[in-house]
C-alpha cells in the first residue's frame, strides 16, 4: 500500500460512509466559511488563486479551520495534481519517489500541487528532500500545521514559502455551516428531516472551540441519537449526550500549552482573580498536568509578589502539597484558591528585579575575592593571614547593625533590592532608610 495517494478533488458526494465533515468540505471559495481576510474578494490569498499565480504555502491554524480544504480547492481551480503526504509514515525514500513522478509530470505540462497535513511532524531532513524540487518548480508545496512555523519549519523551505495565518471560527459562522448540513439532501443530512433550535446550534458551536470538524462531528452522533429516540428534534439532551466531555484546544507540548500558562501568569501579574481562574480551568479542564501548574504558580508567588506578601510563597508552596496529597479533581480548588490569592495579594517584582542584577553583575564584573573581615579564621596561619580581622558582631551593638562593608571592593556601593510601596515591602522600605542612617551613626534610634 502506497504512503502517498493521488486525492480526488470531487468525491462521491452520495457516498453515506464518509464522515459529514467530509460529505460537506466545501467544493469552492464561494462555499468556504471563514477566513474572510484571507478569500474574500481582493483578499490576498484569492487574489493569488484566482491569478493562478501561487508559490509553494503554508497554512498555520487551528484543526478544523480549512486548511486541508484550501489546498484540496486550489489544486481543483488550478487543475494541478493534487497529492497528499503523511507526514507520519513517509520517509526520505517515499519523497524522493514521488519528487521524481512530479518532475516527470511537469515535463509533460502537468502541475503536482504536494499537500502535507502536520508538516511540522516531518523532522529536518524529511523537509529538507523537497527544498531542490521547490526550488526548480516541480511542486508546489501546502503545508498545514497548528504549530507555530517559526519553531517547527526549516528556515530555508520556510523562506521560500508564504505563511497564511487561518483563524478559528467563530460561533456564528460553526452555526451557519451546522444549518447547511441539516438542510442539504446531497450531502448532510437533509434527507432525514431533522430540526435543531438555534439555541442547540450555538451549544455546539460553543463547544467546539472554532473546530468545524469538531462541530460536525457531535452534530452527527446527535443525529444518530436523535434517530435512535425516534424523533426528529435534536434537543438540548440529546446534545449533552454526544457531547458527553467537551474536547478543548490543548496540546501539552505545543504552542496552546505556552499560550494558556502565559494568560494565566499574566492574569495574576494584573491583579485579574476572575481572568487567572478562568485560564487555570482552560487547562486543568483539557488535562494539563496539576503539578506543572503549582510549580508555576510557585514562581508566580516570587515573581510579581515577592516580599510585598511574604505569606503568598507559603501558600503556594501548601497548594502544591495539597495537589500532590489529595489528588484531582479536588486538588482544583487549592490551585484555585492560591491563584485568585495571588491576584489579589499587593505586586512587587522587586526581588525579581534584583536577583536579576545580581545576576548579570556575576557574570559582567570579576570575580574578586571574599574581604578578609568576612572570612572565619578556625587556624592560626589564617589568622595571620589577615582572615578575620576587622570583623564587626552585630549582636555587640546597640544598633545591631555595624558599619561595615560586605559587598567586594568593585562593588562597594551596589544597591540591587529597592522595595516599593507595596504591601510589606513599605514597611520593608522604611526598614531600610533605618539601616541605612544607623550604619551612619550607630547611636542613633531614628
Known sequence: MSLFATVPNAPNPGDRTRPLADRMRPRTLDEFVGQEHLIAPSKPLRAQIERDDLG???????PGTGKTTLAKIIASMTKAEYIEFSAVLAGIKEIKAVMADAERARQYGTRTIVFIDE???????????????VEKGNIRLIGATTENPSFEIISALLSRSRVYVLKPLSEEQVVLLLKRALADNERGLGELGLIAADEVLSKIAAYSSGDARSAYNVLEVASALAQAAKTQEITDDIVHDALQKRVLLYDKAGEEHYNLISALHKSVRNSDPDASLYWLGRMLEAGEDPLYIARRVVRMSVEDIGLADPNALA???????AVEFIGMPEGNLALAQAVVYLALAPKSNALYTAYGEVQMDVERTAAEPVPLHL?????????????????????????????MQCLPDNLRDRVYY????QGEEKRMRERLEELKRLRIDPKSTG
Open 56 to 62: 509553494s504555502l503554508i497554512f498555520w491554524g487551528p
Open 375 to 403: 572570612r572565619n579564621a578556625p587556624t592560626g596561619l589564617m589568622k595571620g593571614l589577615g582572615y578575620g580581622q576587622g570583623y564587626k558582631y552585630a549582636h555587640d551593638l546597640d544598633s545591631k547593625v555595624a558599619d
Open 119 to 133: 508538516i511540522h511532524r516531518f523532522n529536518k531532513a524529511q523537509q529538507d528532500a523537497f527544498l531542490p524540487h
Open 315 to 321: 501558600l503556594c508552596m501548601a497548594a502544591r502539597d
Open 418 to 421: 529597592q522595595p516599593t510601596e
